[in-house]
């Protein structure tokens, strides 16, 4: 009996044995098989979504799917003007001078600006807008203006004229959301001929002069019709610039205009931007944008011991401390009775507006920072190159002696003056007053621009505009291009102050209650304080 038992045992033994070995063996096969069917299931699956063309977006392509990876925080899900898919642009023929300095390279260093925004959200807290008068063409414009609209401006005001008005020019800018072209027509000037302004005091010492005093008087009442259009569309500030000016946000968080003033106390009026001016460092500068790196600063933005310790070396034999203005630019809060006070300030009819100066952001000039600059500013004025003649013509120093060289020196001459004056050529110099705090770089604007240029947001935006205006825009551009180039103008000369009781609601709707009081009068472009003021200052 046991050993009966034990064979039973034994066979027992000996058959478990062999079924773990046979289920052992199946196993490994099953798990031999799974390791070799699932790579080449990834391997079929990777080509067929490759031969698909997949399910990711190219950064340099402007697509939906991908254009929240880079968007602004609330900002709308279109794409940047002018960057649709580059291989989506029918090559159409564009000549034009603009386009010179506006292409683009043919692979992009900078794809991501492809997924930048022009368009904001409602709720996007501030809405800035921005107006100029301008007679440039689109090769100053376009990086103008796509460079504050990368630093938060939604909206354009565009006083146009010359050049800017041409066809070429203006179906361009009109392709463009959130600009607003506003031509110089007869009907535009007869209805500021009619402005309030003419019969206030704070702008009648610059009424009926040639010149920068014209020009001064109609950008005044240009924002005068912005600021109704401002409050019109929502806006929350308004910034009145030149197409040389840029503003530079520094002191923010990130480098945005909207953050800068969404920082602004709520009781403060008016922001004030010390400027300051383009130091070229050559004679041949042909994109101040994209080659002016250096900058000299203003007098609030310098110790007084510094400013006033290296006046002399600063200036360089010229009139002032600055070539131009050194009173900056403001942006004011859009509210009920507010006006403009010049080209550099704002005011309002019933009260003293409270402003505030940034302690670090600047509105950056580009003046006379190519050489052509001194006879494109001769060539818009008719002032005679006498010295009394152009005090009536100029309200700066240095602009009266670069008109009187542009119109008697010979090219030659003018080059020489140009670079005793304007250019920074002595190496020594620079280093000391970048040392000392003067002069500064800044290459953010620079970056910027070059990076919207090699992108294709400029050349794009041209070969995507209309080809044709309408009728009525076509008029009205010929219309304005034709009357800025009489000199001088007698627009507002042969307005009859005091004959006309009629208003025209659509451009007064802020300004139609009567004066409150004495109003300040409009700040002109000011030079810095100059070394006979140092005592004064620093008492």
């Not at 607003?180 to 009907?187: A, F």
């Not at 004011?332 to 009775?337: G, T, V, W, Y």
């Not at 950056?364 to 920072?369: K, R, S, V």
């Amino acid at each position: 009996m046991p050993a009966n038992h034990h064979h039973r045992s034994t066979s027992l033994l000996s058959s478990t044995s062999a079924s773990s070995s046979s289920s052992s063996q199946s196993f490994l096969s099953k798990l031999l098989l799974l390791l070799t069917v699932l790579p080449l299931s990834l391997a079929a699956l990777a080509f067929v979504l490759q031969w698909r063309g997949g399910s990711v977006s190219d950064p340099t392509v402007a697509t939906s799917s991908a254009t929240s990876r880079w968007a602004p925080r609330g900002s709308h899900h279109e794409v940047f003007p002018g960057m649709e898919t580059f291989s989506s642009l029918s090559p159409k023929s564009h000549s034009s001078t603009d386009c010179i300095n506006l292409g683009r390279s043919s692979s992009p260093s900078f794809p991501y600006y492809g997924d930048w925004k022009f368009g904001f959200e409602a709720n996007l807290k501030p809405k800035i807008c921005v107006t100029t008068s301008t007679s440039a063409g689109l090769e100053q414009i376009l990086p103008w203006m796509f460079y504050h609209k990368v630093i938060g401006v939604t909206t354009f005001f565009l006083f146009v004229e010359g050049h800017a008005a041409s066809p070429n020019v203006s179906r361009v800018l009109e392709s463009i959301p959130g600009v607003k072209v506003i031509y110089r027509t007869r009907e535009l000037e007869d209805q500021q001929a009619k402005s309030r302004i003419w019969n206030e005091t704070w702008l009648s010492s610059f009424f009926y002069k040639p010149c920068n005093y014209e020009l001064f008087v109609k950008q005044s009442l240009n924002m005068e019709m912005a600021i109704v259009m401002a409050r019109d569309a929502g806006m929350d500030w308004i910034l009145h610039l030149d197409t040389d000016e840029l503003i530079h946000p520094a002191g923010a968080s990130e480098y945005s205009l909207r953050q800068l003033l969404l920082d602004v106390p709520s009781n403060v009026d008016m922001v004030i931007f010390p400027n300051y001016e383009s130091s070229v460092e050559r004679d041949d500068i042909k994109d101040p944008f994209s080659e002016v790196t250096m900058f000299k600063k203003n007098y609030d933005h310098l110790p007084k011991d510094t400013y006033f310790g290296l006046y002399k070396e600063s200036t360089r034999g010229n009139p002032n401390y600055f070539l131009t203005y050194g009173n900056g630019k403001a942006t004011a809060r859009i509210q009920d009775h507010l006006r403009p006070n010049g080209a550099h300030r704002w005011h309002n009819y019933m009260k003293t507006p409270n402003e505030i100066k940034l302690e670090e952001a600047a509105v950056l000039h580009y003046t006379y920072a190519k050489f052509s600059d001194l006879t494109s500013r001769r060539d818009r004025c008719g002032c005679k190159p006498l010295k009394e003649d152009v005090k009536r013509c100029f309200m700066l120093e240095f602009d009266r002696a670069a008109f009187i060289i542009a119109s008697t020196a010979t090219e030659e001459e003018m080059l020489n003056w140009y670079r005793e004056h304007v250019v920074w050529g002595e190496k020594d110099l620079r280093l000391k007053l970048l040392r000392k705090g003067i002069l500064t770089r800044i290459y953010a604007p620079m970056a910027i621009i070059q990076g919207l240029r090699e992108s294709g947001v400029f050349s794009s935006i041209i070969a995507t505009a209309p080809t044709t205006l309408s009728r009525d825009k076509f008029l009205a551009s010929i219309d304005s291009s034709n009357s800025s180039r009489a000199v001088p103008s007698v627009s507002f000369a042969s307005r009859k102050i005091g004959r006309s009781t009629e208003h025209q609601a659509s451009a007064r709707k802020v300004l139609e209650i009567e004066a409150s009081a004495d109003h300040e009068a409009a700040v002109p472009p000011l030079s810095p304080p100059s070394m006979d003021n140092e005592n004064l200052i620093r008492e």
